[in-house]
């Protein structure tokens, strides 16, 4: 079906309203998802609270004393219909630099040997493509990029670990993020960024947003530690 | 100007500061987080004359002890419990008027699970991303991101002493907390409950039983397993929730999401009105619940009706209605 030619509503309880775009995950009707959203933020409907854009949908938080659901739906109805009117700000291309394998990438092996490929080779092919942000949750900065190169793919792990370090890259399926703080994942890890992906008291908490092209740029331990350490502010890593 | 009014000379198990929530950033993956009793917590803060979205402490299973720095007034409110001021008991009193060197223990919990303290004036913590809630799994908000621990100093955001004394009310004349031994949530079919057509009969007949894994995040409950029908996905592309959905695993138990998830890859087969998303914050390991199917215009219908009386109490109250300047 792919997109869908009107968004189909679905209820997320008394205050949330589910707008679903399409039922794949694919870069139109991601873009798509994008455009509507940014549509809704600019009309500034009196009683939309929060919008939540992912993959193929996008929440739309309300407070239902200020606006009639019915209403809402009218409003998103005609906004979808508009979407060919507006253009989405040009997407920013962000450079993550990754120390692949080792310690931070204890899963590259078994990456590598499912696969046929050398450690080099998967590094090689992780890092060349340009990925896309199709939508940001689990916790706070992690992104989830399309797309992987179907050589690369592979299962997650069958435990998951309970503790996954922060700015761990890891693959799972044909998917591949960035884990921004220490947190339990099942993805396996096949190096680690030294950037601070998330950081709340700086002045923009986050390096990135839904819509942006991500690139890994393969760096040695030496350049790993000099980047933590001023990312950080201390020596060590 | 922020003055210390509060020593915590014990923190209990898991207290952390919350507010309504941090709204605007769940684009970026950061969880909602807040108060799990929004009702709970709103009537502490106009207990004590501040706005709704004051920050105040939240305690799960047990209450904290607190040694009174200043003379200072703090509201408790959500689970019932047992409490001694400097070592009396003391009962359905709010708020509590305490004089500096006073101990405020609250030591027990008879009913329910959260119990919400505000403090006049405010807990003074910095305001992270919009919210002063605690997010303790990425170290944000509250007190450096983490519970409160012994020796904590709390300190007011504004200076409360030329406030007009504050009202006392019985709270239950007008919102009755509710800690029935089985609790009846009142939940709206959807997003998914197309992929449950022939089991949905099941799941608003049965009973269920809070499991021991229940957290900020969600709880996990038993009961009969409600199968997906045959020709549904197993998995759909994964989206938002909202805290009360009920998201359905391959599994067959019922997880109800609550306020520190984001987006998720599994079907929900309905979603707990704002109102029962407060009780069942409340309901502890063990406690049985079952959902009552309702539609989104009765919801709503509820809804209005619970803000108005809401309203009325917050007037009665003296409380501002907005974030004051």
């Known amino acids: 079906m792919g997109l869908y030619e009107e968004p189909i509503f679905r209820i997320a309880g008394d205050r949330g309203l589910l707008v679903e775009l399409g039922d794949e995950i694919d870069p139109q009707i991601n873009k798509t998802v994008r455009i509507l959203n940014l549509l809704i933020l600019r009309s500034n409907i009196q009683g939309v609270v929060e919008t939540i854009p992912t993959y193929r949908s996008i929440l739309v938080y309300y407070d239902p004393i200020k606006i009639e659901v019915r209403e809402l739906c009218v409003i998103i109805r005609k906004l979808a219909s508009k979407k060919q009117e507006i253009t989405l700000p040009e997407p920013k291309l962000i450079e993550i630099p990754v120390c692949y394998g080792g310690e931070f990438g204890p899963d590259i092996e078994i990456v590598a040997q499912s696969h046929n490929l050398t450690i080099e080779e998967v590094i090689k092919l992780h890092s060349q493509p340009l990925y896309q942000i199709y939508m940001m949750g689990f916790t706070p900065g992690f992104p989830f990029l399309g797309v992987l190169p179907e050589l690369l793919a592979t299962p997650r792990l069958s435990t998951p670990r309970l503790q996954v370090p922060a700015g761990s890259v890891g693959i799972a399926g044909n998917q591949t993020g960035i884990y921004p703080i220490t947190s339990p994942g099942g993805w396996n890890l096949i190096g680690r960024t030294p950037l601070k992906l998330f950081s709340p008291e700086r002045k923009e908490p986050f390096l990135y947003a839904p819509g942006d092209f991500i690139r890994f740029r393969p760096i040695s331990l030496e350049e790993f530690q000099e980047i933590h350490g001023k990312e950080y502010g201390d020596s060590s890593s | ?325």
Not at chain 2, 252 to 260: N, Q, R, S, T
Not at chain 2, 273 to 290: F, H, M, N, T, Y
């Open chain 2, 1 to 325: 100007m922020e003055i210390p009014v509060l020593k915590i000379i014990d923190p209990g198990p898991m207290t952390t500061v919350q507010d309504l929530g941090r709204i605007g950033y769940q684009i970026y993956g950061v969880p909602v987080s807040g108060a799990l009793d929004q009702i709970s917590a709103m009537l502490a803060n106009w207990l004590v004359g501040n706005w709704a979205g004051e920050a105040l402490l939240e305690a799960t299973f047990l209450g904290p002890k607190l040694e009174a720095l200043e003379d200072v007034w703090v509201a408790v409110t959500g689970a019932k419990v047992h409490m001694t001021l400097n070592g009396r008991e003391i009962e359905d009193q709010n708020p509590i008027r305490l004089k500096a060197g006073d101990i405020l223990w609250i030591k027990k919990v008879l009913r329910g699970l959260r119990i919400y303290v505000a403090v006049r004036g405010g807990i003074s913590v910095p305001r992270v991303m919009g919210s002063y809630s605690t997010y303790v799994q990425a170290k944000l908000g509250g007190i450096q991101g983490r519970p409160l621990i012994k020796g904590d100093i709390l300190k007011t955001r504004q200076n409360a002493k030329d406030w007009a004394k504050p009202k006392k009310v019985n709270l239950t004349a007008y919102i009755v907390p509710d800690f029935a031994p089985e609790l009846i949530l009142r939940a709206i079919p959807g997003p998914q409950d197309n992929h449950f057509k022939n089991s949905i009969g099941l799941f608003y007949s049965s009973t269920f039983k809070v499991t021991p894994k229940a957290d900020r995040m969600g709880y996990r409950l038993e009961g009969p397993l409600i199968p997906k029908d045959y020709n549904a996905p197993q998995s759909i592309i994964s989206e938002p929730s909202m805290p009360g959905s009920v998201q359905i695993p391959p599994d067959g138990k019922p997880i109800i999401l609550l306020v520190e998830q984001t987006v998720g890859g599994y079907s929900k087969i309905a979603t707990i009105i704002w109102e029962d998303v407060c009780k069942v914050s409340q309901a502890r390991p063990g406690d049985e619940l079952r959902f009552k199917k309702i539609e989104l215009s009765e919801a709503h219908t509820i809804y209005r009706e619970t803000w108005r009386k809401l309203n009325v109490l917050r007037e009665i109250l003296n409380a501002p209605s907005h974030r004051p300047r």
